[in-house]
């Protein structure tokens, strides 16, 4: 089988197409290398002694996507290309809902044409909003707070409307929690550009001397020790789940949704506590003022992904830091 990765030089379609070569399948790449490096396709072949094809194509370029599904046999696509970044997206709302929209439309489009009906998208716990209770259950309201995550919705009920307009579309909407980690061989992680954004990678780069201190933005939220409380799930899971998933859209199950993540809520202090563990203590903290927007627990229910897709996570928050800082000490 020949599987198309969109934004497959990215974190999680890196991590993504090294599960599949391993599994036996075919991987073609299309990535415009905004928020990536070419060299993780070398490092991608290098792990799995395996070869993918690539095009460094923009989505929105509707001719070159032609292009791809007239030079390969396309069997199903795993939808990863979009831009990501909550703040970035307040502050360019236009790029975010030009990126995400466009290149999705363009991708169906193609993808009709060609008569390629599998589909897996990239989605995201960020589309439940705030939740009213935890667990978070795939039949919970929807709503957005910001332009990133209007994007995840607006793309969730295009696809939804496509797929009732063509039902002989399978397509799987996967809502990620909060993923995290890196590939063991330290070749592959998260590497974000300029300073991160987000918990991990900021983690990473103080546990290197890169960033100084980390601020830990609220301690006094309704959780045990009053930080922040998130599902965080380690990228090969997360990776492992779009097999699963792939695997379920050939028994021709129309649209369905699922949550990935590990079910358990981890607080910020948790996660620097046991990162700590693994580096020796060198991440430094203080506590700020919350971060405007933040909830205060976010986990997920993934009951309906183990009974429906037989896929559930097994690394421990101890692989999620050790893995990460195994890269962060790699790719100085
Ligand atoms: P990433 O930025 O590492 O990967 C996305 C890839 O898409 C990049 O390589 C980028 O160059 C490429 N890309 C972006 N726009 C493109 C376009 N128009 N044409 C071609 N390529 C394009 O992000 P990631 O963390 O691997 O996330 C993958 C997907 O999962 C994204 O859709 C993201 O919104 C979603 N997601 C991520 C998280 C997370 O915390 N990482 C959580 C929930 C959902
Ligand atoms: N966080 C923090 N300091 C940082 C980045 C994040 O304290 O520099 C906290 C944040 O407030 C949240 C948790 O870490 O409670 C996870 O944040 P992240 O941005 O990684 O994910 P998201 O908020 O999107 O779930």
């Known amino acids: ?27 073609v790449v299309v ?9 993780v396709k070398d490092k991608i072949e290098k792990i799995t002694n395996k070869k993918i094809k690539f095009y460094e194509y923009d989505l929105r370029d509707l001719e ?22 909550v703040g970035e997206s307040v502050e360019k709302p236009l790029e975010y809902y030009e990126n995400n929209l466009f290149s999705t439309i363009n991708l169906i489009k193609v993808m009709k044409e060609y008569g390629v009906k599998n589909l897996v998208f990239s989605s995201s716990a960020t589309v439940y909003g705030r939740a009213k209770s935890m667990p978070i259950y795939e039949d919970f309201p ?21 797929e009732l307009a063509n039902p002989e579309f399978n397509i799987a909407l996967l809502r990620y929690f909060n993923p995290v980690g890196a590939h063991k061989s330290g070749l592959l992680g998260e590497d974000p550009k300029g300073i991160p954004n987000n918990l991990m990678p900021y983690i990473a780069r103080v546990s290197v001397g890169k960033l100084k201190e980390l601020s830990i933005f609220g ?27 792939l695997r379920k859209l050939e028994q021709n199950p129309g649209l369905v949704i699922y949550n990935l993540g590990t079910g358990v809520g981890y607080s910020v202090l948790d996660m620097v506590n046991a990162y700590n563990k693994c580096c020796g203590g ?49 790719n100085q």
């Not at 599987?3 to 991590?15: A, D, E, K, M, V």
């Not at 990535?31 to 060299?39: C, E, G, Q, R």
């Not at 046999?73 to 939808?79: E, F, G, P, S």
Request: proline share 3%.
């Open 64 to 85: 070159k996507l032609k292009l791809v599904f007239n030079e390969n046999k396309i069997d199903a696509v795993i939808h990863f290309a979009g831009l990501k970044a």
């Open 31 to 39: 990535d415009n290398l905004s928020n990536s490096d070419i060299k």
């Open 219 to 245: 301690n006094d939220y309704n959780t045990k020790d009053g930080t922040g409380v998130r599902d965080y799930i380690h990228v090969v899971d997360l990776a492992q789940g779009h097999l699963a998933a």
């Open 142 to 162: 929807t709503s957005a707070t910001n332009p990133y995550g209007r994007t995840k919705l607006f793309i969730e009920e295009i696809l939804k409307d496509f």
């Open 1 to 27: 089988m020949n599987i198309l990765l969109t934004g497959g030089l990215g974190y999680i379609g890196s991590h993504t197409a090294v599960e599949l070569l391993d599994a036996g399948f075919d991987v």
């Open 282 to 330: 060198k991440v430094k903290y203080k506590f700020a003022p919350r971060r405007p927007g933040d909830i205060d627990v976010c986990y997920a229910s993934p009951e309906k992904a183990y009974k429906e897709l037989g896929w559930k996570a097994t690394h421990s928050l101890e692989d999620m830091c050790e893995s990460t800082y195994n890269f962060q000490k790699n």
